[in-house]
């Protein structure tokens, strides 16, 4: 069975994390895996000390920081396996039962990469463990967006269960597969789906957003929709204050206006005026 996977790094968007990943834990009825990386960068499991024999008294030094090394590395683990313990408890007392704990040393792009089979909905925060109480997004979250070809749920700070759903709708691949998302992934049963489309009003436009919202009312959902001129992104927020959508669905990357904003600088000015959960489908 595959697993809802959160990102536990200690950041100020790790109780957040923890709840999102709990709430589609509980709604998809999956196991729960907490998963903590530790940067082999930061906290090696061991020097190499080859290169610096016959140094004379600068050996004994390198020894003695090698040594800090390691200690720092035990400490580290032993917080990160605090860390899942705590995380874990809060999940259980959400009423997830199926919860796994994971921590490993090495990249985090590379260390999901290995368990991707295995997933099926990856939660992180937006502001990784530098990056608290900033308006940066976490430097690792581009690179797992670019790298994963799984949903990933970006957590903001503050957990806010959704209560609504927008699609950021463009009548491409990605965004008709949002659709399919949408209709047959019990994490939305029972939420209002709104879909949204940014550009021109057009026959075809219009006609394509429609059958996509006729297809999720014909499969029992409560969808509505609504073209909107303007630029992607301010159009977008605009909706989404004017409506209180708890949750933004959207492609990742493409070709289209829509999902081209997601790439370069526009993605980074999405996720930092962001105050909701957005939910990236690849």
Known sequence: MKHVVACIDGSASTQSVCDYA????????????????????????????????????????????????????????????????????RATQS????????????????????????????????????????????????TVVRTMHRPILV??????EPKNVMLAFDGSDSSRKGIRMLAESPIFRGLPLHLVMVGADTNDSRAS??????????????????????EVEPALHAYQKEHNIDLLVMGAYGHSR?????????????LQTTNSALLLLR
């Open 22 to 89: 709990s709430w589609a834990a509980l709604r998809l009825q999956t196991p729960l895996t907490l998963f903590h990386v530790l940067d082999e960068a930061r906290y090696p499991t061991e020097t190499n000390m080859t290169g610096n024999i016959g140094l004379g008294s600068r050996e004994a030094l390198l020894e003695q920081l090698a040594e800090l090394d390691q200690q720092r590395s035990k400490l580290a683990l032993e917080q990160g396996h605090h860390m899942l313990e705590s995380a874990k408890l």
């Open 95 to 142: 009423g997830v039962e199926h919860i796994n704990l994971r921590q490993r040393h090495g990249d985090l792009a590379e260390s999901l990469l290995e368990i991707e089979d295995s997933m099926r909905l990856l939660v992180m925060g937006l502001h990784g463990e530098e990056t608290t109480r900033t308006n940066r997004v976490g430097s690792q979250l581009e």
């Open 155 to 160: 957590a903001p700070e503050e957990f806010i």
């Open 209 to 230: 957003i429609e059958a996509a919202s006729n297809h999720l009312r014909e499969l029992g959902h409560n969808s509505r929709f609504e073209i909107r001129s303007g």
């Open 258 to 270: 829509i999902r081209q904003f997601l790439v370069g600088s526009t993605t980074t000015s999405l």
